[in-house]
């Protein structure tokens, strides 16, 4: 819950997406309890046990890869196949498309692991295949196991039952899942505002909370109202990064692009999800089912997602229609905290693959994020629903990057070697030029004849080695460059 620049998830693996998840695949831990009762828990967290029967009710919530998830009841009949519920993002990396709405792949996930409280043996069941998963404007998936809904019950693990509707905003609700591939935690705090997320490629309709204890393996927790019924999954949560990057939401309910408050974490809605099966099984074409569907739209960006747009050098979406399968679209474009992909109106005139494959209009000038949406057409009429258009965000960053600073450097001396290296920002510096050079040179600025590129500067010195300075610009992800840097190295002994 692919894309270029990014770097692993902690929260998103979302929490986006990550995403909470600690990873992304593997099975469940060992089936032995974890014989400790965790201790210190901040108030509204307590830790459910269930030797003797004391929380039957939450059972149904346990491990998937490094995820947490729950098993559904659906109401189907006993012989009807079995269910599981998670975040999209944790069924893999390879999963984590923007615009992707698949249903009926493969499981990367070997077993669904249930009954893991701390004082508890763990149930474990195996996955047949991914129902349905999706990171686009929610991040959940469906997962079918290989066993009935029977055989289930028969090993005392009672599934939950799905919601209806969900609470009013500041109701009391329950967060029940593994943070740090812990034992079983539970969650209280109120029911926060559903908004409008943007986390690195991806666009969330979430709900906030400010729940405790949520941590890297929190991703996919089932959000429980008081009768102990899923109408939520846990998505993602605030990080302190560059806003709107991975593992760093921004709300785009906000005039600002800034990060969520500390201690706030987002969840996806399912309330009603239950209407998507049928006789016990899933049916994404079920008249009542909210899931969004696939779409035939490809729409393949041309350009990055952060660029610079200046008011006599304007970039372009570059927004490539060609291969998609459907001879007709029509698109929207529009600053992100103002325009939203799924809202049928404000969509442009109907255009034709074979005359205009390429949507080439102008990004401005000014600063900050932009999404463009797009809508395809087998007649040029009848549009498939708002809310499975594709989305593309870009970011507009005309300000060069801080430049690098001494604090930057760090430095190992091991046998009279003395290696140096340079830590930063992966969004702010995306490449770094330099060049080493002795002391004095007057002349810090760096020609394109000299320049070493790379990710990261790592520099190791034998003694005698007169070179003890480093001329330093940095480039990020849009492309602006730092001025020169004169960063000192340390003396050699």
């Known amino acids: 819950m692919t894309r270029e620049g990014r770097e692993i998830r ?67 009949p006993p012989d009807a196949p079995a269910y599981a519920l998670t975040a999209g993002h944790c069924v893999g990396y390879d999963r984590w498309l923007p615009n992707e709405i698949s249903v009926g792949i493969v499981a ?7 009954n893991t409280f701390w004082d508890t043996r763990i149930i474990s069941f195996p996955i047949d295949y991914v129902a349905y ?46 943070p740090n591939s812990g034992p079983l935690l539970r969650s209280r705090c109120e029911n926060g505002e559903r908004t409008y997320l943007a986390e690195d490629e991806f666009l969330f309709h979430e709900t906030s909370n400010a729940c405790a204890e949520i941590a890297p393996g929190s991703s ?6 008081t009768n102990n019924e ?32 500390t201690g706030t974490s987002y969840f996806a809605d399912v309330a009603r999800l239950g209407d998507c099966f049928v006789d016990g099984r899933f049916e994404l074409d079920a008249p009542e089912c909210p899931l969004a569907k696939p779409t035939l739209t490809t729409a393949q960006r041309g350009i990055a997602r952060y660029v610079q747009s200046r008011a006599d050098a304007l970039a372009t979406w570059n927004v490539s229609l060609a291969n998609s399968p459907l001879p007709y679209y029509r698109f929207k474009a529009g600053a ?22 390429t949507i080439d209009d102008a990004l401005p000038a000014q600063e900050g994020m932009y999404v463009l949406c797009v809508e395809g057409s087998l007649d040029g009429h009848s ?28 430095v190992h001396s091991l046998n009279q070697v003395v290696s140096a290296w340079l830590s930063v920002d992966s969004i702010e510096h995306t490449k770094l030029y330099y060049r080493l050079q002795t002391p004095g040179q007057t002349d810090c600025a760096l020609a394109e004849s000299d320049l070493v590129v790379t990710t990261s500067i790592a520099i190791s010195r034998l003694p005698g080695d007169p070179r003890q300075e480093l001329c330093v610009t940095a480039e990020d992800a849009a492309g602006n460059r730092s001025e020169s840097a004169r960063l000192t190295l340390a003396a050699l002994p």
């Open 10 to 76: 902690g929260i998103f693996c979302v929490l986006l997406l990550a995403s909470l998840a600690s990873a992304c695949s593997g099975g469940a831990p060992d089936d032995a309890p974890f014989f400790y009762e965790p201790k210190g828990l901040p108030e509204g967290v307590d830790a459910p046990r269930n030797a003797y029967s004391e929380t039957p009710e939450l059972m149904a919530v346990g491990y998937v890869g490094g995820c947490t998830g729950v098993l559904l009841d659906v109401e189907g």
């Open 230 to 261: 899923i109408f939520g999954v846990l998505s993602t949560g605030a990080g302190s990064g560059r806003p709107c990057t991975l593992n760093n939401p921004c709300d785009l309910s906000q005039p600002e692009l800034v990060n969520a408050a």
């Open 133 to 178: 998963q999706t990171m686009h404007l929610r991040d959940i998936a469906v997962l079918r196991l290989r066993e009935t809904n029977a055989e289930v019950l028969a090993r005392s693990v009672i599934p939950l039952r799905i919601a209806q509707s969900a609470p009013a905003r500041g109701e009391p609700i329950s967060i029940v899942g593994h």
């Open 383 to 410: 549009f498939a629903k708002a809310d499975a258009a594709p989305s593309l965000l870009s970011e507009v960053d005309n300000t060069p990057p801080p430049v690098p600073e001494q604090s930057d450097i760090g």
């Open 336 to 357: 992100a905290q103002k325009t939203r992909c799924d809202d049928e109106r404000g969509y442009g005139a109907t255009r034709t693959v074979a005359a205009q494959p």
């Open 220 to 225: 996919g927790s089932p959000v429980l109202n």
């Open 108 to 114: 990367p996930l070997p077993q669904f692991a249930a």
